[in-house]
């Protein structure tokens, strides 16, 4: 219903010089649909007040509200002499609108209402439309969305999605922005969240595990109280960058998530030593950052120093699990041999305080332009490894941007996981037989075929010269034949 919309979107950001890039395409039109949904949410909320014979107090003030800037109507259709187009608009929009909607998080009094949310949100991103008719167009196309029902924000969710894919598929560090959604639901199936505990990502960048979560977890017959706990005191999440924070609001609301508990913060500047019980988590999914690096003041606030993000994020999420809660991390498969002091301490402090009772280990091209190889550490956290069970996934094919991974890649993955079965992809390895130096966690299918042995240089070369001999004496027969 919706698709159509979507693309005559993008012609118009296409047609816009301030537009450059997917991600300007995704940012922009998340602000835009955010301002619709809250001119939808007002609505419904003075409906709602209305019937219940109560007054409502609209969120923004008149001339700030969708209904007067963006769409102004008569009898239902556009007033065209009420409507702000060219200079006029943009110069609404950057001086008077934006300023307006930062005021919130000054104002608002508590991080997870909307109100924080539309202060964060305009203080995070700017108007990059520089053309008042570009502009005006594309309001003209929002306002045709409507986010009254279940089923329109589905199918807007699906289609915001799809715009977060090509995005991350664009840039060099696709993993940043998207992790490929079946392997999310895999992990979550394996860590298997009940309503009532919490969920946690601590980079959650544009929010696809907090959004799969909520998915696996709403059913047709949810009480009121669970519905309400989903709602409120389920999904939690941090993010340091401006843009992938507003892809995430803006994905758990069109996914259903009212006022997403998601804060703008970076994660490391907090103290793993000073994380109390009240902060901690039943779960922990998350695709961390690697590479990069944190400043030295900001290393201090782990006991293992590292220069490697992925590796502070990892110390956090562990101290982040309650005693006994389930975590499923994605990280670079270099993890589990490296032999540098970092990692070897890390391996064996996750091994000795969390049970890690999985290890999926991921084709290459699992990740749209991450350009690594990667697996997914499953631990429960109180209990030390006794033994490992890897699973090897291929799915029989090259992954890449026009043959992703599917679903079905993962079937025999979930299937076996419970029992921890062996088969040609999985084996289990028993922690006693570790090295205590390296604490070595590498990947050795001992189920695979064995590869032929390789032939010696002088095999090679005599084998070269018998195929010669051989093509010579077809030559000579091929010759007395003429």
Known sequence: MFENA??????????????????DYAEQTSWLLFLKYLDDLESERQDNAELEGQDYTPILAPDYRWQKWAAPKVDGKLDHNAAMT?????????????????????????????????????????????????????????????????????????LYETRIKKMGNAGRNGGEYYTPRPLIRAMIKVVDPQVGETIYDGACGSAGFLCEAWDHLRTDNLSASDWNTLQRRTFYGQEKKSLAYVLGVM????????????????TLTENVMDIQEADRHDIVLANP???????????????????????????????????????????????????????VALRKELLETCNLHTVLDCPGGTFQGAGVKTVVLFFDKGKPTRDVWYYQLDPGRNLGKTNPLNDADLAEFIALQPEKADSAQSWSVPVAGLDR????????????????????PAQIIEDMLARDAETAGILEEIRGML
């Open 6 to 23: 979507f693309n005559n979107i993008d012609r118009v950001l296409r047609n816009d010089e301030g537009l450059a890039s997917e991600l």
């Open 86 to 158: 060219g200079e006029d608009l943009i110069t609404f929009v950057n001086g008077d609108l934006f300023p307006y909607l930062k005021k919130f998080r000054e104002t608002a009094e508590d991080p997870d209402t909307i109100d924080y949310k539309i202060g964060q949100i305009f203080s995070e991103i700017i108007n990059k439309f520089r053309s008042g008719y570009s502009l005006r167009d594309a309001l003209d196309i929002i306002d045709t969305l409507n986010f009254g029902s279940s089923e329109a924000k589905h199918e807007l969710s699906d």
């Open 251 to 266: 994905n758990m609301i069109l996914h259903g998530i009212d006022a997403p508990s998601i804060r703008h913060a970076n």
């Open 289 to 343: 950052p690697f590479g990069g690096g944190e400043r030295k003041e900001v290393q201090q606030n782990f006991p293992i120093k590292s220069g490697e993000t992925a590796y502070l994020f990892l110390q956090h999420f562990m101290r982040k699990l309650r005693a006994g809660g389930r975590g499923a991390i994605v990280i670079k498969n270099t993890f589990l041999s490296n032999t540098d002091q970092a990692s």
């Open 437 to 456: 130096d390296t604490w070595d966690l590498s990947v050795k299918n001992p189920n695979a075929p064995e590869a032929e042995a390789l032939r010696t």
